[in-house]
């Protein structure tokens, strides 16, 4: 059987996370008989992943891994004050799939190990805002269910339903563009900007309870950030 086209972009994924930026990647020829996909669900993949920014493609050249991104490190709390609009979350799906390779390294877990992965739709004054795509280690929270993630805040109910109590985590924001699955959850125009956001979240005693995967409307949201500037700020 043939790999679909979400399960070629996820192996891609992993081959971006373990070989070095500006990197080649092998060839669409290479990969079709690697991965046992027919070459135009891989070439498909590839255009989709450098829609995103993970890969170049160089006429004449190949395929190649984005070179390093710039990092800016800016402190914050995990006590921020709520979004404008009135916020609500639909779920649109909930299973329990393997980690795999990628996401067994974000959460220190086994690849064979179970995640609870849920796709949510947020809306704000009942318009599409964001999709959220989390994954939770199942041996974290075993009785996890349906209606802890179908609405309200998700870390509230790891709290006192479940005894899992996050304290900290790292997140990445940067810009992107929708895929046909976004565009039509988010009911914009295919390739829209957008904005990513990545979280691995961990508990006091370190260990990984959350990765979650967001894509937030370009045309309707935005980040403010309040700045002090130190006598040596650059």
Known sequence: MRMRRAEVQERLRELIDVVAPGDALPSERDLSADLGA??????????????????VRRHGRGTFTNPRKISQEVPSTADLPPAEGDWNSELL????????????????????????????????????????EIRLPRAVTPGLTREDVAEGSLYHR???????????????????????TESRLL??????????????TRDADGRPIEYARSIYRGDRYRITQHLRFGPHSG
């Open 158 to 180: 790891l709290r006192n339903r479940h005894g899992v109590i996050p304290a900290e985590a790292l997140q990445t924001t940067e810009p992107t563009v929708t895929d046909a």
């Open 38 to 55: 027919s070459r135009p669900t891989v070439r498909a993949a590839i255009e989709e992943l450098a829609k995103e920014g993970l890969l």
């Open 93 to 132: 799906d909930f299973e329990t799939v393997p980690a795999g390779a990628r996401l067994a390294r974000r959460l220190e877990v086994s690849p064979a190990d179970d995640l609870f992965r849920i796709l949510r739709r947020r809306l704000v004054d009942g318009q599409p805002m964001a999709l959220e």
């Open 187 to 200: 009911g914009v125009p295919l390739h829209s900007p957008a904005l990513l956001f990545e979280r691995t």
